[in-house]
C-alpha cells in the first residue's frame, strides 16, 4: 500500500466520486439486467494503491451512492462492497502475496511464451473478476437482499447469473486493459509519478 498523502487522498476522492457517477448515471440497461462500468475506478484503486485504500473507496462509493440516489443505506451491502474492494485489491494490487504468488506460478506455467507476462495478466484478471462474482454477486449479496428486504432466491438469481455471464469476461478485458495500458501511461503523468 502507497504512504497516505494529500494526493494519494485527492486520487481516492476522485476515484469515489467517479464510482459513484459510473453506478448510477452511466451504463447498459437491458430488460431484465443493468450492466454498470462502476467497477473500473475500483480496479483502478485495487491495482494502484492496493487492498485497503480500495476497499475504503469501494464502501465510501456505496455508501454516498446509496445516500444520494436510493435514500437509504443498507450497511450490509456496503460491508459487501468493502469486501469486493479488498478482495480486488489482494488479487489485482502487485505488492500483495497473493498477487505476487500467482504471477510466479504463472510465469512458471507459461515459461516457453514470449506473451508469459500477458497470459499471466489475463488469468489474474480472470481470477479476481471470477472470486468476485462467486463470492459477492451471486452468494453474500443474494443472501443479504433476501434477508433483508425478503425477496425470494428465483427473483434474485435469474439477473444475477445472465449477468455474471455477461461481466466475467468484460471485466476480464478492462482489467488486463487498465494493468497493461492505463496505469503504465498514468505513471508516465506528473499527477501519477510521485504518488
Given at each position: 500500500m502507497k504512504k497516505l498523502n494529500t494526493k494519494m487522498l485527492a486520487i481516492c476522492g476522485i476515484l469515489t466520486a467517479m464510482t459513484v457517477v459510473l453506478a448510477e448515471f452511466i451504463g447498459i440497461n437491458l430488460p431484465m439486467i443493468q450492466i454498470s462500468f462502476n467497477f473500473i475506478p475500483i480496479v483502478f484503486a485495487a491495482m494502484y494503491l492496493g487492498p485497503i485504500p480500495c476497499c475504503i473507496i469501494a464502501a465510501l462509493a456505496d455508501f454516498i451512492g446509496a445516500l444520494l440516489f436510493q435514500?437509504?443505506?443498507n450497511p450490509f451491502i456496503t460491508i459487501i462492497s468493502a469486501l469486493m474492494g479488498l478482495s480486488y485489491g489482494i488479487f489485482l494490487y502487485g505488492g500483495s502475496p497473493i498477487n505476487k504468488g500467482l504471477k510466479a506460478l504463472l510465469l512458471k506455467?507459461?515459461?516457453n511464451s514470449k506473451n508469459s507476462e500477458k497470459f499471466a495478466a489475463v488469468?489474474?484478471?480472470f481470477i479476481a473478476v471470477l472470486v468476485d462474482i462467486i463470492a459477492f454477486?451471486?452468494?453474500l449479496t443474494p443472501i443479504t437482499l433476501h434477508l433483508?428486504?425478503?425477496l425470494s432466491y428465483a427473483v434474485i438469481y435469474a439477473p444475477r447469473v445472465l449477468k455474471a455471464l455477461i461481466m466475467l469476461p468484460l471485466?476480464?478485458?478492462v482489467i488486463f486493459l487498465i494493468g497493461s495500458q492505463l496505469i503504465p501511461r498514468l505513471k508516465k503523468t506528473s499527477?501519477?509519478?510521485k504518488v
Open positions: 435514500g437509504s443505506v506455467v507459461f515459461h488469468i489474474i484478471a454477486t451471486l452468494i433483508y428486504y425478503n471485466e476480464t478485458v499527477f501519477l509519478k
